[in-house]
């Protein structure tokens, strides 16, 4: 088998970008298989709904596929939007003359409302696709439709799964998203019932059907097994949705390559963070700036959400001998305090992604005025009570200066140092505005 699979999707497309063809093929992408398309229907669609079907003549649809299956190794197949009763049959014969392994998502109607395939076309769909293929992924709404049996807890979805079986199907997924956020597979070879569970992700959920069923696909055409793919499918669905990103009034689409992006991303901020640390503690007049309840330097991973996403050195930067000494080493989630500074800038500019908090004195805020650096700070004294001073005095800050200044200083509280936080598009950048700061105060 190659490594990199050839992948085919029948499917619509969404002009919103978030179902369809398109969320097929960054999935496939996205887990390391070439995605190829048929295109079904056209549908004019956003986030609340769709407006519109244009249905491609069926004729088209058999030419993409033969396009595709002539040239290149197609193994696996998924199919989605399907529409009309000849599409579904146009479909089924290319699946029996190319020989597809197949994964059929029954797809009926949009998350966001509409239509989506004819009831004619759902009885063909039960004759003609659902015996060729390997897997079949209905949601219980789905489920219900093809079955006939109303779903309200596990047990029904699995008689249900049986009974889908029963039209010729080998593995049957019902998806528990409308259910208890489990999902139940079926075997037929085994006759046996796995529940894989989860958990409800808050987020948007546009896309998540398709999004489920092409990653189930591609992780098959990677040679896993079907109880394996559809556990992963799983995971990357719910990443899919905590990583939604709202860009419409209705239903915000599922984000299939954040996860990857910002994992993607852990590395280099380590580094970065890694070096940064380095030359805090290799310039001699920077143990000056250590504050006396320690220093930490951070840096996010781009949309970075919470304090898993920020590295720091775990136990700060302490002033050991005259001498500024990291006490741990870098990690993520290894500090909350500086970490929440960052997330907090991030807010109003998803660019600033680093902090390091120094030592107050008015000489140091004298040398920041000097060095140019834009200036903002909060009072202890006015924060709300049960706030976070770090959301609450940053946010204060970012307010009152209009946008994220390079410094953020506080003069303290009862039993509160006070304190200044350089902030900053990365490590480096903040690590080299505190050196330049050290030295000018080195030389007072
Ligand atoms: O998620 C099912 C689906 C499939 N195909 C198209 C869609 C949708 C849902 O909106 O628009 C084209």
């Known amino acids: 088998m190659s490594k990199t699979p050839i992948v085919l999707t029948i499917a619509g497309t969404d002009s919103g970008g978030g179902a369809g063809a398109s969320a097929d093929l960054k999935t496939f992408a996205s887990i390391g298989a070439h995605g190829t398309c048929a295109i079904t229907s056209v549908t004019s669609q956003n986030t609340t709904g769709v407006l519109s079907a244009f249905n491609l003549p069926p004729q088209v649809v058999k030419d993409q596929i033969d396009a595709v299956c002539t040239d290149m190794d197609v193994r696996w197949a998924k199919s989605g939007m399907l529409a009309s009763p000849e599409i579904v049959s146009a479909v089924a014969e290319c699946i029996k003359k190319y020989d597809l392994l197949l994964v059929v998502d029954p797809v009926m109607a949009a998350e966001a409302g509409g239509d989506l395939l004819t009831n004619d076309a759902l009885s063909v769909m039960r004759d003609e696709l659902l015996p060729l293929c390997m897997v079949v992924t209905p949601n219980t709404d789905e489920a219900s439709a093809l079955s006939g049996i109303v779903i309200k807890n596990r047990d029904d979805a699995k008689l249900a799964a049986k009974a889908i079986a029963d039209m010729g199907v ?123 309840v320690g220093c930490n330097i951070a840096m996010a991973v781009p949309d970075a959400s919470d304090v898993h996403d920020v590295a720091a050195v775990s136990g700060r930067i302490a002033k050991l001998k005259g001498k500024a000494v990291n006490v741990g080493c870098v990690e993520f989630g290894a500090s909350s305090h500086v970490a929440r500074i960052i997330l907090a800038a991030m807010q109003f500019d998803n660019n600033i992604r680093a902090s390091v908090n120094i030592k107050y004195s008015l000489e140091v805020l004298e040398i920041c005025k000097n060095l140019n650096l834009t200036i903002s700070s909060f009072d202890r004294a006015e924060e709300p009570e049960k706030t976070s001073t770090m959301d609450w005095g940053v946010t204060y800050a970012i307010k009152e200066y209009g946008s994220v200044p390079d410094i953020i200083s506080d003069a303290g509280g009862i039993g509160k140092e006070p304190m200044i936080r350089v902030l900053g598009k990365s490590a480096l950048d903040v690590a080299k505005i505190a050196v330049k700061i050290a030295k000018e105060f080195d030389e007072l």
Do not use: W
Request: glycine letters at 8%; proline letters at 2%; aromatic letters at 8%.
């Open 170 to 292: 080998p593995n049957v997924i019902v998806t528990g998203g409308h259910l208890d956020a489990s999902d139940v597979v079926y075997e037929s070879k085994h006759d046996s019932f796995t529940v894989i569970s989860g958990e409800f992700i808050k987020g948007g959920t546009h896309g998540s059907g398709c999004t489920y069923s092409a990653a189930l696909t591609a992780y098959l055409a990677h040679g896993n097994s079907v109880v394996d793919s559809a556990k992963y499918a799983k995971r990357f669905v719910e990443h899919a949705i905590r990583e939604s990103v709202s860009i419409g009034t209705g239903v915000a689409p599922v984000n299939q390559v954040a996860h990857i992006r910002k994992n993607a991303a852990r590395y280099e901020v380590l580094d970065e963070t890694r070096r940064a640390v380095e030359m805090l503690t290799g310039c001699r007049s920077f143990a000056d700036l250590v504050p006396e």
